[in-house]
């Protein structure tokens, strides 16, 4: 199994006395059990953790336009919890649950 999901990334800073918050949107494949358990837990909002390697790439469209993208090929997920707001049945909040799964190298890729 492979699935995908995108991670914002909050930077503030302060610039000539006035702070700015910039947003950054990083996209995370995850392989095996690992992208199976993501799809079941995770939902927008969600704070998680991610380690892994990043991954550049670059194709070509159909219509002859070459794309490229950043990405990071998760080697470990872990859930942070729910989303604001979000509870589990009963009114509990989740605990923290840690996943971690051998990931193919880039060269098996399907992309």
């Given at each position: 199994a492979v699935t995908t999901f995108t991670v914002?990334?909050?930077?503030?800073?302060?610039?000539q006395g006035?702070?700015?918050e910039e947003?950054?949107?990083i996209k995370v494949v995850v392989w095996a059990k690992m992208a199976e358990t993501c799809g079941e837990y995770l939902s927008k909002g969600s704070p998680v953790f991610?380690?892994?390697r990043i991954q550049?790439?670059?194709?070509?469209?159909?219509?002859?336009?070459?794309?490229?993208?950043?990405?990071?090929?998760?080697?470990?997920?872990q859930f942070l919890g729910r989303a604001k707001g979000s509870k589990q049945e009963g009114g509990a909040e989740t605990e923290p649950v840690d996943t971690q799964t051998n990931v193919p190298s880039g060269e098996d890729a399907p992309f």
């Open positions: 914002a990334v909050n930077r503030v800073y302060t610039q006035e702070k700015k947003v950054s949107y991610v380690e892994g550049s790439r670059s194709w070509e469209t159909p219509q002859g336009e070459k794309r490229s993208a950043v990405e990071v090929i998760a080697e470990r997920v």
